[in-house]
């Protein structure tokens, strides 16, 4: 069932529509917020929310002693970029590309609009907003890879498939781990898909339904855990230019601590024997964690 849309959302929605339909032309006032939140029942603070949802979509600009406008070059998508030259997988594809390059945060309607070499109001007409672009995107990165239509013998083996595959998922587009939530899940159809297909891979053992359940979110949640590291260390790396190897290496001790307080960790940096792989670690974590269900599982007879 598709949640409703929170009030904010709403407003900048109808907005919008005004502006695309026409009702709204470029240079035309849109309603205060004080009118906004009258005519939606809502507070000022929502209404304020709306409004500045627009302005970073690039619909309207504030313009001193008018007020809030839309934007000039609001409306030029129906002569710059007919529906024709456009399709949402082709937005999507570009908005992933987007937030593959410079991350997530960097990702909006406006942008997503100039790498196309279009206007900003030609992507409305296949994509409502930004939260529901964000979510075609999460459902087309899981899409790229399909599990494997024979099943692995035994839980174990099933198991290991599926979390490998998220896993390369999130190495692929550092910004899937951060954008998909725990506690309030996006319906993805492929992901979904990746549910059910754990949910059946745990079916031959005694665990009930909501057992099966909390064994793929533990699973999720850890090959997430490693996963939102990756999106920071890239944005770390394309502004400073330093790897994380690098950047290890250049670390000096913390003044007062010395190798007869650490004894352990000088151990290791004086044999230089370790690297913090995040490939090595996925997989020796996934192995652990499969090893302490197998115990548990066994337990149960």
């Not at 900048?12 to 309603?31: M, N, S, W, Y």
């Not at 030609?122 to 494997?148: C, F, N, Q, T």
Request: aromatic residues 6%; hydrophobic residues 45%; positive net charge.
């Amino acid at each position: 069932m598709q949640q409703e849309a929170p009030p904010y959302r709403r407003i900048a929605d109808e907005v919008r529509r005004q502006v695309v339909a026409g009702e709204l032309t470029p240079g035309d006032r849109v309603p205060s917020t004080r009118r906004l939140a009258r005519d939606f029942g809502v507070a000022i603070a929502t209404a304020t929310k709306a409004l500045a949802v627009l302005r970073q979509e690039g619909i309207t600009v504030a313009r001193p002693g008018v007020g809030t406008v839309v934007a000039p070059r609001a409306t030029a998508a129906r002569t710059r970029a007919p529906d024709g030259e456009l399709s949402r997988q082709r937005i999507v594809r570009a908005a992933i590309t987007l937030a593959d390059g410079h991350g997530l945060g960097e990702l909006s309607m406006r942008r997503v609009a100039a790498e196309l070499g279009v206007a900003t109001m030609s992507l409305y007409r296949h994509v409502p907003g930004k939260d529901e672009l964000v979510l075609l995107m999460i459902d087309a990165a899981l899409g790229e890879e399909r599990l494997p239509a024979v099943r692995p013998a035994g839980w174990r083996a099933g198991l290991t498939v599926s979390t490998t595959l998220l896993w390369r998922l999130f190495r692929r587009h550092p910004w899937l781990a951060p954008a998909m939530s725990l506690t309030r899940p996006q319906p993805a159809p492929n992901g979904l898909l990746l549910v059910e297909w754990v949910l059946e891979t745990l079916a031959p053992t005694r665990l009930d339904r909501r057992q099966r359940l909390y064994v793929h979110i533990l699973l999720f949640s850890y090959a997430r855990g490693i996963a939102t590291a990756l999106e920071p260390e890239a944005e770390a790396r394309r502004e400073t230019g330093v790897s994380s190897d690098e950047w290890m290496g250049s670390l000096a001790p913390p003044a007062g601590l010395t190798p007869e307080h650490l004894p352990h960790l000088a151990e290791l940096v004086a044999r230089d024997d370790f690297d913090l792989d995040l490939d090595l670690l996925f997989r020796f974590g996934l192995a652990r964690l499969l090893d302490g269900l197998d115990g548990w599982l066994a337990g149960r007879g």
